[in-house]
């Protein structure tokens, strides 16, 4: 009964939230696990995800819509204030929709759109990643991690090496 266009997202990635903090009365940007749904048995009423969740818990369906553009660029929009980013490395595990080679190269070229230069990166596409929510570690398979590497400013700031004359003594 949905529109064509609600369809289409369904198909490309249906997945349940559940709470970080249950004691909220709205949830916005960060107040969900997501977990993604991994078959819907119709004539079962039944789901399967790859955790569980617990009797009472607040869940909230979600759509992988394409919002990591817009919201990649909203994040990275402070970095185009600091100094010059001489490299980074990328780890996510974005939607692959199709067999576009391109595809995989959008989050790089929206970086850089945000930043406004180009910058040498180097990464990779993984099933997820592993990060804590409320001291618990979760598989985030819906994730992308950034690292920007920059200079030193000054000497102080330099992490010492080897061959610094304060770290061999």
């Not at 819509?65 to 974005?94: E, K, Y």
């Amino acid at each position: 009964e949905l529109p064509a266009d609600e369809r289409s997202m369904l198909q490309g990635g249906l997945m349940l939230g559940q709470a970080v903090r249950e004691a909220k009365e709205r949830f916005g940007r960060g107040g969900f696990l997501v977990l993604p749904v991994l078959d819907v048995n119709q004539s079962a009423n039944a789901i399967t995800l790859p955790g569980e969740v617990d009797e009472g818990q607040t869940i909230c369906f979600h759509v992988w819509d394409d919002n990591l553009v817009d919201d990649m660029q909203m994040l990275l929009l402070p970095q185009g204030l600091d100094t010059r980013a001489h490299g980074g490395i990328l780890f996510g595990s974005w939607a692959q929709k199709g067999r576009d080679p391109n595809r995989s190269l959008v989050p790089v070229r929206q970086v850089e759109r945000a930043l406004g230069y180009r910058v040498p990166m180097a990464g990779f596409l993984s099933f997820g990643e592993m990060g804590p929510i409320r001291g618990v570690n979760y598989l985030h398979t819906r994730a992308a991690a950034l690292a920007l590497l920059r200079p030193a400013d000054d000497e102080e700031s330099r992490p010492a090496s080897l061959d610094d004359e304060k770290f061999l003594n």
